[in-house]
Each structure stands twice: as structure tokens, then as C-alpha cells.
């Protein structure tokens, strides 16, 4: 869910990611959640986005 983030923008979570996993990363202080079922949307804290680029290049750096 992450990882499929678009920037630190307020957006809808990816299909099939279940209120579970959205509590958990918040939880965490990777995301702030507003509104209720179908409206719920997400967006990355900075501590969120700083622990996607992080990832992503070592994702990166594993596929050299």
C-alpha cells in the first residue's frame, strides 16, 4: 500500500487494502486517514515517504 502511494497527496488506498492495514500504518506513523468507508482516503506522513524512497532503492540497489 506504500509503495503505491502518489507523492504525500490526499488519495483513495488501493483496491483490497483492508482497514486492518490502514490502522496498522497509521498506527506506525507512515499515514493520516480521513473519512469513513468508501470515502476513506490516505496520504504519506514524512516519515511514510522517507520510508518508501528508502525502500525503493534498496529495492533498486538489489536488482544490480
Keep these: 500500500m506504500l509503495h503505491s502511494a ?9 483496491k483490497g487494502t483492508s482497514l486492518k492495514t490502514l490502522n ?4 506506525q506513523g507512515f499515514i493520516l486517514i480521513r ?5 476513506r482516503q490516505f496520504r504519506l506522513t514524512e516519515l511514510g515517504s522517507n520510508y518508501v ?8 540497489a538489489r536488482k544490480l
Design 53 to 60: 524512497e528508502r525502500d525503493k532503492r534498496r529495492l533498486e
Design 35 to 39: 473519512g469513513e468507508f468508501q470515502k
Design 24 to 27: 496498522e500504518a497509521e498506527e
Design 6 to 14: 502518489d507523492g504525500m497527496a490526499w488519495q483513495s488506498p488501493p
